[in-house]
């Protein structure tokens, strides 16, 4: 899989080769201990290059082409000087300096092709990070979520309940390497032998060319967001008939609505659905089936019952405490796929992530998630939203606070707050609240084009507010502070 056309697939025959001959290189060459980024988007060679790193007992750490110049050397920067596998069309934006080398797509691919081995022991094992995934951190830099071998371990013994050995397992790896739901498929859907099936650029171009591809696939298990799911059941073509063969889906990574739920029986009446809740820094920890009678009665959906070997804890968000079942507070989640922590950061490492006292006096590794929620008397885990300024959009994790240090970067503003504009309990874009660096100067439609351009050589693309209003100065609350609802 990865990549629909034959040009652009791999066997589990030819990953395996490749896979060892570049693992025997990153042995020899990637600086020791050290994660090996892997640059580009989908293709067989990211794939083969992910499972050669983890064969070589080395992290690997994607970064999406999507990514402007400016956060991939920030991102070269914390890792400090790693090899960068270029696996894009169009070029590494990075800087080479910041690299401990760039090896271009050709040359990866011959490596690739000399038949090299690498010994089974040296592959990746218990507590060395199986992948570096970065995510959008508060104030203004990315943060290295780092999940141990013996979690990834954890992750596909819970998982593979959703890639059942078969003959004809066809998994629909949609999501960009970047995103932990990309593992959904990567870990358990691997180890069953099932086809990964991407979409190239040009059928992810339009939903016409993407429906074609996908009435090829002969998929059988959908991952994704359900945003990306409501874009496909907007045509009335997304149903059976274009997927014969696809009887399960698994969602993840944002709300889950009732209606969506409910299209989606209607559309592919023989396929279960499953919602699924995680943060990266925990992985998936929950899942459940919902049916029509649970799409109509319970809203929101719950998130899941949880995975065995993680619980899940809910404290009151003043003091801590404990709290019941039915009862509102943090969500704290704890066993065994708590990641180690963020690459480079003690300091942020150590405001989320500690040890708990579960019942029968075990100590486990936890995370605290910021998301709002409870667990009903089933067990049913419920997310309703964050504690903090995070936000989801289009399935992509964003904290309003990276946005608001990249809009201030820029020369000529002087302040900036930004805020979600929400439509049926999601956040559909953002808005910017601007005040110039030049008081005389009066914000109108062409600054504002002109401050997003030069934004978008900071930020990837979804980051980038759709609205930007101008202000002279901000309304300010009681404390002195800005009044973020005034301004909404
Ligand atoms: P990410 O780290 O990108 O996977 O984002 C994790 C966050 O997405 C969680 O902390 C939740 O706020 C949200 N989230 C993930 N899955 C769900 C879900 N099924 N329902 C509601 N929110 C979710």
Redesign the pocket.
Known sequence: GGGSSEANSVSYAELWDKSDSLAAYLLDNAPVGKPVVVYGHKSALMLVSFVAAIKAGLTYSPIDVAYPADRVNDILDQIGKPLVLDLSDCGFTGDEDLTAGVLPEGVVSEIAGLGGRIDPSCWIKDDTPFYLLF?SGSTGRPKGVQMPSRCADAFLRYFSRFFPLREDGVSFNRVPYT???SLFDLIPGLAAGYTLYALEAEEESSMKASFEALSRSDMTVWISTPSYVEMCLADPLFNAELLPKLDTFV??????RNATALKMLERFPGAKVY??????ETQAVSDILIDEQMAHEISPLP?GTMNPEMKAIIRDVDSGEILGCGELGEIYLAGATVSAGYYGRPDLTERVFGEINLDGGLSARCYR???KGFVDEEGRLY?LG?LDF?V?INGF?VELGDVEQALTRLPAIKEAVVLPKERDGRVVHLVAHVMLEDSSLEGDLSTAIALKKQLSSIVPEYMIPKKMVFHREFPLNNNGKIDRKALA
Do not use: A, S
């Open positions: 995510t995103f932990d739901v969602l993840c990574g944002e709300v889950f919602n699924t809740y995680g943060p990266t998130v998630t910021g998301d997310c964050r995070q989801k994790r």
